[in-house]
């Protein structure tokens, strides 16, 4: 009831009677860290500056088992393990209050009642070597003993409450020096090697593709993939992105201000891209390009996506500079990005 909140969500869900969110405001758990970090930055840390969202790596509190016969925990008092967070969601007791949350979405005023119950968080394990059934065992010696812990990515999905978020966690993609856990605002952060993705159905590893790629591999299995697709932009097709380039040329001041990639023109340049009939000329004769991307005005450069070629018939060889010359026209040959 004290240590995380939430507010402003992305999508409710009315039939389920859930309401998802973006991120979470956690008052972090000074109580249950080491005392070598419990009094550091305290005072400093006030409610909601530490904001965990979608995609973060996080250690979390877990419950004693059997096989925990070590009581170090280090930088903790309690059990804990990394985790990646997929979802965050508030379960609600009616419907009725689900559509006045949703009715309030685009005034803004999504402060959830008092009949939302506390916050739960999808999280996605993060693996050790000592979790993975036939992992390579290193012998550490002095060369790799130095180096950051490796964990792997796993499809292992579970809902936890977000009370049991303890810390941040950084994952690195390649095998650093290790320097320890660092100090956000007065909370331990972790520091791993994560490159790799142990499949549990599998029993295997398998391709776990870039560190970038990471947050969209966990929502691959999530539990509320309809919720969290309110969220990710498919990229049009190249005739509707064409299409949709042309309209906000032609009326740029509704485009929204902030979006990630919003196209920049300037009003010099704006003239120019409001047609197809004014390239731009890189080359009196041979070079052409039109329609830029984006406008640097500080920097006085276009971007464009590709460029209309006509090719140097004359800096070929003669088995080859009469070929197709009729045929090929101005533009007809379009070298682009790649």
């Excluded at 993975?132 to 792997?152: H, I, T």
């Excluded at 409450?161 to 856990?181: F, K, M, N, Q, W």
């Excluded at 052409?288 to 590709?306: G, L, N, Q, R």
Aim: with cysteine; glycine share 4%.
């Amino acid at each position: 009831k004290t240590r995380v909140s939430c507010s402003d969500p992305f999508h409710v869900d009315v039939s389920a009677m859930k309401s998802f969110y973006k991120e979470v405001d956690v008052i972090p758990p000074f109580d249950s860290y080491d005392h070598r970090f419990s009094t550091r930055g305290c005072s400093k840390l006030e409610r909601g500056q530490w904001k965990v969202k979608l995609g973060d790596t996080v250690t979390l509190e877990v419950e004693k088992t059997s096989k925990d016969s070590s009581a170090f925990h280090f930088p903790f008092l309690a059990p804990w393990a990394p985790a990646e967070i997929i979802s965050i969601y508030r379960s609600h007791k009616t419907k009725e209050s689900c559509e006045r949350l949703r009715e309030k979405l685009p005034k803004g005023d999504t402060q959830n009642g008092n009949d939302a119950d506390e916050v739960m968080v999808e999280i996605r394990w993060l693996y050790r070597r000592d979790e993975v059934s036939g992992a390579m065992k290193k012998k550490l010696n002095r060369a790799d003993s130095n180096e950051l812990e490796e964990v792997f990515e796993t499809d292992i999905v579970e809902l936890v409450s977000a009370e049991t978020i303890l810390s941040p966690l950084r994952l690195h993609d390649v095998a650093t020096l290790s320097t320890g856990p660092s100090t956000i605002a007065g909370m331990p952060c972790i520091h791993y090697h994560c490159s790799r993705f142990w499949s549990l159905g599998r029993r295997s590893f398998v391709p776990s593709g870039s560190a970038d790629g990471r947050l969209l591999r966990g929502r691959k299995y999530s539990a509320h993939k309809a919720a969290l697709s309110k969220l990710q932009q498919i990229p049009p097709s190249p005739a509707k992105s064409t299409a949709s380039a042309k309209k906000q040329r032609k009326q740029p001041e509704k485009a929204p201000q902030g979006t990630i990639q919003s196209v920049a023109i300037s009003d010099r340049s704006r003239k120019k891209a409001k047609t197809e009939e004014q390239p731009i000329i890189l080359h009196k004769t041979r070079v052409s390009c039109s329609d830029p991307f984006h406008v640097d005005v500080s920097a006085m450069k276009s971007f464009y996506k590709e460029v209309d070629v006509i090719p140097p018939f004359d800096s070929y060889d003669h088995r080859f500079s009469t070929r197709g010359c009729s045929k090929l026209e101005r533009g007809q040959w379009k070298v682009k990005l790649g």
